[in-house]
C-alpha cells in the first residue's frame, strides 16, 4: 500500500510537471507570435507612413530581425525618395509657370541665356533622377539591398513584399517624361524668339511679329506647351 502511495504521488508530481511545461511552451509561443504580430505591425505601419507622405523617419521602431528589416527598407527608400523630391523641389522653385510672361520676355529677351541654361538642368535633373528611381526599383537591387543587409529566409520574403516600388517608379518616371517634354516645349519657343529677335517686339502683355508666318508658328508652339503641360498632369493622375 505505501509502495502504491509513492508511485501516485511520483506520478502526480510527474504530470504537475508536464503540465507546467506545456504551459510554459505555450507561453513563450504565445508570447513569440504576439511580439511577431506586433513587429510586422510597426513595420507596416512606418512603411505606409512613408509611402503615404514620401518622407523617411530613420527612427528604428521594431527589435531583432525586424529591426534589421526596417533599417534596410528605410535606407532603400530613403535613397528612391530623396531623388524623387529633388526633382520635385526643382520644378517647384523653377519659375516656370512665369517663364513666358510678356515681363520676362521683355526683362530676358532676346537671348534668355539664363532661362535657358535652366531649362537644361531641369531637363538633365530630371533625367538623373529617372535613372536613380529606374536602378533602385528593380528586383535585382532589392535583393541585392536585402542581402546587404543581412536577411535571409523569411526576412528577405518580407522584405522583397514590402520594399516593391517598381509600379510606383513606373509611374513617376512617367509624370518625369511628361514634365521633360514640356520643359523642351518651352526651350524651343525660347529659341524661336532667339532665332527671329529681329522680328517681334513687346508690346504691353502682348508679343508683336513682323509676319503673320512668324506669329502662327509662335501660336503653334505655345499650343504644343499647353498640350505638354496638360499631359503632365494625366500622368500625375493615372
Same mark, same amino acid.
Given at each position: 500500500?505505501?509502495?502504491?502511495k509513492?508511485? !501516485?504521488?511520483?506520478?502526480?508530481? *510527474?504530470?504537475?510537471?508536464i ?5 510554459a ?11 511577431? #504580430? ?10 505606409? +507612413? ?5 518622407k #523617411?523617419?530613420m527612427?528604428? $521602431? ?6 534589421? #528589416? ?6 532603400h527608400?530613403?535613397e ?7 526633382? +520635385? ?14 515681363d @520676362?520676355?521683355?526683362? @530676358?529677351?532676346?537671348?534668355?541665356? =539664363?532661362q535657358?541654361?535652366?531649362l537644361?538642368s *531641369? ?5 538623373? #533622377?529617372? =535613372?536613380t ?9 532589392? $535583393?541585392? $539591398?536585402?542581402?546587404e ?7 528577405m520574403?518580407l522584405?522583397? =513584399? ?9 509611374? !513617376? ?8 517634354a514640356?520643359?523642351d516645349?518651352?526651350?524651343?519657343i525660347?529659341?524661336?524668339?532667339t ?12 508679343i508683336?511679329?513682323? +509676319?503673320?508666318e ?9 499650343n504644343?506647351a499647353?498640350?505638354?503641360?496638360? $499631359?503632365?498632369? =494625366?500622368?500625375?493622375?493615372?
Amino acid at each position: 500500500m505505501e509502495n502504491q502511495k509513492k508511485s !501516485n504521488t511520483k506520478l502526480i508530481i *510527474l504530470i504537475i510537471a508536464i503540465v507546467v511545461i506545456v504551459i510554459a511552451i505555450v507561453a513563450i509561443f504565445a508570447f513569440s507570435f504576439f511580439n511577431t #504580430v506586433k513587429q510586422r505591425a510597426t513595420l507596416f505601419d512606418e512603411i505606409n +507612413t512613408i509611402n503615404e507622405t514620401s518622407k #523617411v523617419d530613420m527612427t528604428i $521602431k521594431t527589435t531583432g530581425e525586424y529591426a534589421k #528589416v526596417e533599417k534596410a527598407l528605410k535606407e532603400h527608400l530613403k535613397e528612391y525618395y530623396d531623388a524623387l523630391d529633388k526633382a +520635385t523641389e526643382s520644378y517647384q522653385n523653377s519659375g516656370l509657370d512665369n517663364m513666358l510672361s510678356a515681363d @520676362n520676355i521683355a526683362a @530676358n529677351g532676346p537671348e534668355f541665356t =539664363e532661362q535657358k541654361d535652366k531649362l537644361n538642368s *531641369l531637363i538633365s535633373l530630371g533625367n538623373e #533622377v529617372k =535613372e536613380t528611381l529606374s536602378r533602385v526599383s528593380t528586383e535585382e537591387y532589392e $535583393k541585392q $539591398k536585402a542581402t546587404e543587409a543581412g536577411l535571409e529566409g523569411k526576412y528577405m520574403d518580407l522584405y522583397t =513584399e514590402i520594399v516593391s516600388l517598381g509600379e510606383n517608379a513606373t509611374k !513617376n518616371i512617367g509624370v518625369i517624361d511628361a514634365n521633360n517634354a514640356y520643359l523642351d516645349k518651352l526651350l524651343q519657343i525660347l529659341n524661336f524668339l532667339t532665332s527671329n529677335k529681329d522680328n517681334w517686339k513687346v508690346n504691353g502683355e502682348y508679343i508683336e511679329f513682323s +509676319t503673320d508666318e512668324l506669329v502662327n508658328t509662335y501660336n503653334t508652339l505655345l499650343n504644343e506647351a499647353k498640350t505638354a503641360a496638360m $499631359k503632365i498632369t =494625366e500622368a500625375t493622375n493615372k
